[in-house]
């Protein structure tokens, strides 16, 4: 944020436009996004990819990042669990895990991972998880980016909307998108747990990911849009 606002004012020639020392760049009007991401590394730099490995053939979309702009605590275990709470969501009713673990490549230098963290929206506190395992809802996994190729510290989610636990887990139609744009409105409005208030900035963006259902488990075609979230603690 700072950096890009001193990059705006040496622009406009407000500041001195470069540290001593530095040769002087010049910018053109139009200055094109970096390939460098902020906050975050493309897996596919590094053989990675923006989809899950349910199975070896097909996945889930790595529909959301968590950049490592947001606040410190969000990507540590313990601050993104209450963070995570603080947006509905919780893990798995009684540790228990239903559905087998999904394995994902950041292109960090791990290689294929199997998630770090499996969370379902509990809608309505008093029951928790467990309600919604019977009903189903809103449910990520999480990886974070930290192999040591890219130990960026960011989190990589896979968000989808299923179908109740009868359906066994099934992804409701267009539950990739749905899924996505819950949590990430739940994000953007604000939240709070245990007296923290949070609030994301989201940056939405195309062309990482090929939309349709092409390698998507399911075959539930996805619109190929990822959030990429900012968590300001308030
Ligand atoms: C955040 O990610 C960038 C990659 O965009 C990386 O260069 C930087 O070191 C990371 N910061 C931290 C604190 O890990
Ligand atoms: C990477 O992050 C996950 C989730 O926080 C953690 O369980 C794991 O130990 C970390 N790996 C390393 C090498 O630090």
């Given at each position: 944020m700072l950096k890009n606002l001193l990059c705006l004012a040496s622009l406009l020639s407000l500041?001195?436009?470069?540290?001593?020392?530095q040769r002087p760049v010049a910018l053109p009007a139009s200055v094109k996004a970096p390939a460098e991401e902020l906050g975050w590394a493309?897996?596919?730099?590094?053989?990675?990819?923006f989809i899950d490995f349910t199975t070896p053939r097909y996945g889930e979309p790595l529909n959301v990042i968590i950049s490592n702009?947001?606040?410190?605590?969000?990507?540590?275990d313990a601050g993104f669990r209450l963070y995570y709470k603080s947006i509905g969501f919780s893990e798995e009713c009684l540790g228990l895990h239903y559905g087998h673990v999904h394995k994902a490549d950041?292109?960090?230098?791990?290689?294929k991972k199997s998630e770090h963290i499996l969370a379902r929206q509990h809608y309505f506190p008093r029951w928790g998880t467990c309600w919604e395992s019977l009903i189903g809802g809103n449910h990520f996994r999480a990886w974070k980016?930290?192999?040591?190729?890219?130990?960026?510290?960011a989190w990589f989610l896979a968000v989808s909307k299923e179908k109740d636990s009868?359906?066994?887990?099934m992804i409701v139609p267009d539950g990739y998108n749905i899924g996505r744009d819950m949590l990430v409105e739940n994000a953007i409005t604000g939240s709070y747990w245990g007296n923290i208030w949070w609030r994301a900035d989201v940056e939405w963006r195309e062309g990482l990911l090929e939309p349709?259902?092409?390698?998507?488990n399911h075959a539930i075609a996805q619109d190929g849009r990822i959030a990429i979230l900012t968590i300001h603690r308030l």
């Open positions: 500041v001195p436009a470069t540290p001593l020392g493309d897996p596919r730099a590094l053989g990675g990819q702009q947001s606040d410190p605590f969000v990507l540590t950041l292109g960090d230098g791990d290689g980016q930290n192999g040591t190729l890219a130990n960026t510290g009868t359906k066994n887990h349709g259902y092409r390698g998507i």
